[in-house]
């Protein structure tokens, strides 16, 4: 199989293929139709590498990182509106309200910065299923990617886990893949339906296989 590139995957992520997507996901679907729906995709489109399902981590993983900043922020604020409105003027103000003004300047940039390179993370951590491979795309920081492939055939083990209150509820959790390639386990990371996922994959490994 030849090596990933970009163009692969805008060839793989079209506006069919992701709702194709959304439906393989969704609960009310029977993996025994699912796997009927494969099928017809795979002799349909012969020689063609086929979305199967196109991820990011839930929405709530993303949230629980973006509370903090915002609580911050509010703070700030909160803080920058006493200072303006309840301070001294400017021209009279001692050294100490400017150093004050000045800090929280400076403490909402960086919560700015924080802000964008969470979710540019979020955004950027991609999980992509195809009827052939397994496609882990992951943004470490700005300025670095990582992209690791993996050949359904490869897959020897395949473990979920959900753990908590809330991801029990709203139904998203950690799905590990244990593999026989140069990557040992692949993890999908906080994604919504880890189960329906780990039976949808099994299905596509089977058909591989």
Not at 1 to 25: A, G, H, Y
Not at 42 to 52: R, S, T, V
Not at 133 to 155: A, H, P, T, V, Y
Not at 177 to 191: D, L
């Amino acid at each position: 199989m030849s090596n990933l590139i970009f163009e692969d995957i805008s060839k793989l992520t079209t506006e069919e293929s992701l709702k194709r997507s959304k439906l393989f996901l969704s609960q009310a679907r029977e993996i025994s139709e699912i796997s009927a729906y494969i099928k017809e995709i795979k002799e349909k489109n012969k020689n063609e590498e086929n979305l199967i399902i196109f991820l990011r981590r839930h929405w709530i993983d993303f949230f629980s990182q973006i509370l903090p900043i915002i609580s911050i922020s509010l703070i700030l604020v909160v803080a920058y509106a006493i200072v303006v409105f309840f301070g001294p003027d400017r021209s009279s103000a001692p050294p100490e309200w400017q150093i004050i003004v000045f800090l929280i300047t400076i403490a909402s940039l960086f919560l700015w910065v924080l802000f964008f390179v969470v979710f540019i993370s979020y955004y950027l951590d991609v999980w992509i299923v195809t009827d052939e491979r397994i496609i882990d795309i992951r943004q470490k920081g700005l300025f670095r990617r990582e992209i690791s492939e993996l050949s359904l055939d490869n897959i020897q083990d395949l473990t979920t886990e959900i753990a908590g209150v809330i991801p029990t509820l709203y139904d998203f959790g950690d799905l590990f893949i244990q593999t026989a390639g140069k990557v040992a386990r692949f993890t999908f990371v906080s994604i919504p339906h880890p189960e329906r996922i780990r039976d949808i994959i099994l299905v596509l490994s089977e058909r591989e296989k």
